[in-house]
């Protein structure tokens, strides 16, 4: 789950992050109260949506008096902004964060991450910020320090130290980026983060360190444990099928290509986008109806997957363990015949009572095509989504 930047800088607040003073706006109506909260002399107006890109796309305007600021983040609201991250439809503005202006002297960046290689957070600075860190890595890798924190000892004064020199930071100013680097390490931790990213970590002229922009993802298996920050969740920047598909308990994350996968499992999902590719064609989504799905639920997947107009065909590929074949079978024919799929429906069925399974398809009436293992599933609906065009 992505947060804001307002609301990450809210939460990296309360761990020591230094931010500056802004003030989130969340409807049009509150512009001016917002402008005089914040006061003067520059304010900074920044569009809030969960893409990077946004200042070269429009979305950050730095205004020198009151009218300027009032007039630039009423403009704000309702405008759409395309950036690299977005695609070409981009994002709606639904809401704007002023902030007060700084003075920087040099732009920098840091950020956090979970490295599952080591099984470690590791925290990455470089002295080249304010761009994105991919260009920096891709241009110049040595511009990036990397340190990896032992959960089982935690960070340690050299980690900071480490980071702060690799910065070039000396005195008080290395003293400062490592307690950061502390706070981000701590952020970490105690959101159950899966990336902080501060870009830029701004050196303002009198020297102090300022987080001028915040990104913070956290690990959506933990919300159970993290209401306060579940609270947080911006649905509107959500995919919509996406949504809708937590709201049924389904794992689903959409994909860019044409063939539609239901299957019950995450590896055996994993393998069944693999084999779709391999076999020439792309897989339109993930969606896994877990080991309890119900009729009820694989009608609603059924929905969600129809949902995406460049689905072409739809495999169900089940594996019976804890979920019953015939089940899942009672499942595909109620939805098939309230859904009305009108594409090519390849389904293959192994495991516990897969034969009753195999019956009730076959004697549903259903426009199917069944299929033996997943090899030749993956083969036929390739197929048949090639004869549809």
């Not at 969960?50 to 205004?63: I, M, P, T």
């Not at 761009?131 to 004064?157: K, N, Y």
Request: aromatic letters at 4%; charged letters at 25%.
């Amino acid at each position: 789950m992505n947060l804001h930047e307002y609301q990450a800088k809210q939460v990296l607040a309360g761990f020591g992050v230094p931010v500056p003073r802004g003030v989130p706006v969340l409807a049009p109506g509150e512009v001016e109260a917002a402008v005089d909260e914040l006061g003067g002399p520059v304010w900074v107006v920044k569009a809030q949506i969960h893409a990077g890109g946004r200042g070269k796309a429009g979305g950050v305007k730095v205004c020198t008096s009151r009218d300027e600021a009032v007039e630039t983040a009423r403009g704000m609201f309702g405008r759409v902004l395309v950036t690299h991250q977005t695609g070409p439809a981009g994002r709606a503005v639904r809401r704007v964060y002023l902030e007060e202006g700084a003075a920087i002297a040099h732009e920098y960046y840091l950020g956090a991450v979970v490295d599952r290689e080591s099984g470690r957070v590791a925290l990455m600075a470089s002295r080249q910020g304010g761009v994105d860190i991919e260009e920096v890595a891709a241009r110049s890798p040595e511009a990036i320090v990397t340190v990896t924190v032992d959960p089982a000892s935690g960070f340690q004064p050299h980690h900071g130290r480490g980071l702060a020199f690799g910065l070039g930071l000396t005195g008080a100013a290395a003293k400062a980026a490592g307690a950061l680097a502390r706070a981000v390490h701590d952020a970490v931790l105690g959101c159950d983060a899966s990336l902080v990213e501060i870009n830029p970590l701004i050196e303002t002229e009198d020297g102090a360190l300022v987080a001028l922009d915040a990104k913070v993802g956290i690990d959506d298996n933990a919300l159970f444990r993290r209401k306060e920050l579940a609270a947080l969740r911006d649905p509107d920047e959500e995919d919509p099928a996406e949504r809708a598909a937590a709201g049924h308990g389904l794992s689903y994350v959409k994909l860019d290509g044409n063939i539609g996968c239901m299957v019950n499992g995450a590896g055996l999902a994993m393998a069944t986008m693999d084999i779709i590719k391999l076999h020439g064609a792309e897989p339109a989504n993930f969606l896994d109806v877990g080991g309890g799905a119900s009729r009820e639920k694989v009608t609603e997947a059924f929905k969600i997957i129809l949902s995406d107009a460049n689905v072409r065909g739809i495999l169900v590929n089940i594996f019976g363990g804890i979920m019953r074949c015939d089940v899942i079978a009672e499942g595909i024919v109620a939805a098939a015949r309230e859904v009305e799929l009108g594409l090519p429906l390849v389904v293959r069925l192994e495991g516990t009572n897969v034969e009753k399974g195999k019956a009730i398809l076959a004697g549903a009436g259903i426009d199917l095509i069944a299929a033996d293992d997943l090899g030749d599933a993956a083969a036929k609906v390739v197929q048949a989504v090639g004869r549809t065009g």
